[in-house]
DNA sequence: ACCTGAACACCGTTCAAGT
DNA sequence: ACCTGAACACCGTTCAAGT
């Protein structure tokens, strides 16, 4: 609060208002992100914290999804590649436990992800190395191609899940109805006892996407696929 | 408008306002979502139909996330039970595809149930009959108990990424994007071409549920998983 | 115990008007 | 073209007060 009216026009020591443009309103949205999540990463706080009013952003901005996709791309761009060591597979799966590991860092992010997929630079290259590696592996192209699309919506999927809206207490409630289900009506789940919940998320993680590699390589891609998607 | 200020208190022909109770508030929330959507399935437009304010509805749910969980189980009760031909493979794709296609219709409700994990009688039906059919493959129960969330999740997570906002144009960037991509940065992309994008949703859900499957069946589970799921 | 009105603290997006 | 204030049409949730 040192605000002194003075040097009117020629000084500008402090940051006059610097002039909007697309990386900067991108660039306050990460700030935003890491300070406080992405529930604060609204159009309104957004333009207040670039001080100006929100519907200067759509300029520059199409819609609060456009945005969040955006924030996505950005953080993309920090995951550090995975050292080179190991079979293809394990490389696989450094790659994409480094990226889900990001994520699960801004869940909610994960959550929009899933909605609207991020189409940015980073991404891009995300999928070249996926697609490098399940070559490697001798996984024929078409094959790779929808391989790489599984693994990538399994690592959003689970980190999006670990949204937490007063979580521990909805996780109790399931592991108390898993328990208490009946013999009768549900024999393979009573049977199971607390199986179907055991596990550290990284092992399932990893159990996970060994399973769907291992999927991918054995499962062959129709001739000449239907057209194009939706 | 129909309104007649006579027969004070005995007759009550027109249902005079009928009491609040936890099934009368889901069901108004399902007719509502089977109308205009899950966007509208807000406490606030809720009460309105129920002839009350906001406030008394959280003497019956603790909040949005747990009314969207009761709708969403709801829902499932309506999914009709797959016909019994068929492999025990045949008839898990079955009844996963018809889950997905009741979540098709309702992708917002999708993606809620990523993060609010639905634990209603209908969703444990769902899990035992999945449990039963991996069983009978001879699938290990450890094994199949991890298969079984991975194959919901992957049903879930599709029928979620069906959300469109935008959607038409969004896909035409990608497209766009994917098309533009320098062969020299990109060359596995440039290489496929359309085929990341290809293949009707139905080809790529029934590809993705083998995958899903033959990974489940061929892959371990640790022998003693560490403790529980945070 | 159940129900309520009113309030608190927010949202996204559009639009007419200015520069 | 870019920027803005103000408005429109909403949200979830809490709280004190009533019955």
Do not use: C
């Amino acid at each position: 609060m040192t605000d002194r009216p003075d040097t009117p026009r020629s000084r500008r020591e402090r940051p006059a208002k610097p002039a909007l443009t697309r990386e900067g309103i991108i660039a306050a949205a990460v700030a935003i992100l890491r300070a406080e999540g992405l529930g604060k990463v609204t159009m309104r706080r957004l333009a207040q914290e670039l001080d100006t009013g929100p519907a200067s952003l759509y300029v520059y901005v199409r819609n609060t999804a456009e945005l969040h996709a955006a924030v996505l791309d950005e953080l993309l761009g920090t995951v550090r590649p995975a050292p080179a060591g190991g079979d293809w597979r394990e490389r696989l799966e450094r790659v994409l436990t480094a990226y889900t590991a990001m994520l699960f860092e801004h869940p909610t992010l994960a959550r929009s992800a899933l909605t609207a997929r991020p189409s940015g630079p980073h991404y891009l290259n995300l999928i070249e190395t996926l697609l490098t590696l399940l070559d490697e592996g001798g996984v024929p192209p078409a094959q790779a191609a929808w391989g790489v699309d599984l693994l990538l919506q399994h690592a959003t999927a689970t980190a999006a899940e670990h949204v937490e809206e007063a979580s521990e207490e909805d996780w109790d409630a399931l592991r108390r109805t898993l328990a208490g289900v009946a013999d009768r009506t549900h024999p393979r789940i009573a049977a199971l006892g607390g199986t179907l919940l055991a596990g550290a998320p990284e092992e399932r993680l990893s159990w996970a996407f060994r399973a769907l590699i291992a999927g991918i390589e054995r499962t062959a891609v129709p001739d000449r696929p239907q057209g194009d998607t939706t």
